[in-house]
């Protein structure tokens, strides 16, 4: 017979570990998932942008932005869209309900948005059109991406 010390702090923590993740179980609304919506999947999510334009320290409406899917190995246009007063645009980009867990592109057309505003940019720019990739993993989630950009450079993360 093994000799095996029981140490009661050990079992404490692990019952309330354990009362603690059944308990949030049978909090969850039914149907919640914990692992996360399926590639392909159509979750309860949304995807929005904030566009901050860093060039004239303000956000301002008329930056062309193509939305794009990648579905068998290429990016396929979902829409394009135009940044409204405030960098945002009118409505979300893909609607709570209706977004898909998968690879996504955000093509921001900015040698057309400072030529508008007459930037007076160097021929060549040295940015024209700037790719945003980035991945939607669990479609039931909420994704908003600020985008800080220039006619130099430009950042992006996930928001919330």
Known sequence: MTDT????????VGGVAAGMAV??????????????TA?????????????IDTFYGQTKAGLK???????????KLLKS???VE??????????????????????????????????????????ADVHIRFGVYNADQKFHVPILFSPWSYSYYRGS
């Open 39 to 51: 590639h392909g999947a159509m979750g309860k999510g949304r995807l929005t942008l904030h566009a």
């Open 86 to 127: 405030r960098g945002r645009t009118k409505d979300p980009l893909i609607a709570e309900g209706e977004l898909v867990a998968g690879r996504y592109e955000l093509l921001m057309h900015l040698e057309e948005y400072f030529n508008a505003n007459n930037a007076g940019m160097p021929t060549p720019p040295f940015l």
């Open 65 to 75: 932005i193509d939305l794009s899917r990648m579905e068998g190995g290429e990016y």
């Open 23 to 36: 308990g949030a179980l049978a909090a969850a609304p039914e149907g919640t998932s914990f692992i996360g």
């Open 81 to 83: 869209v135009e940044t």
């Open 5 to 12: 010390k029981f140490d009661r702090r050990d079992f404490l």
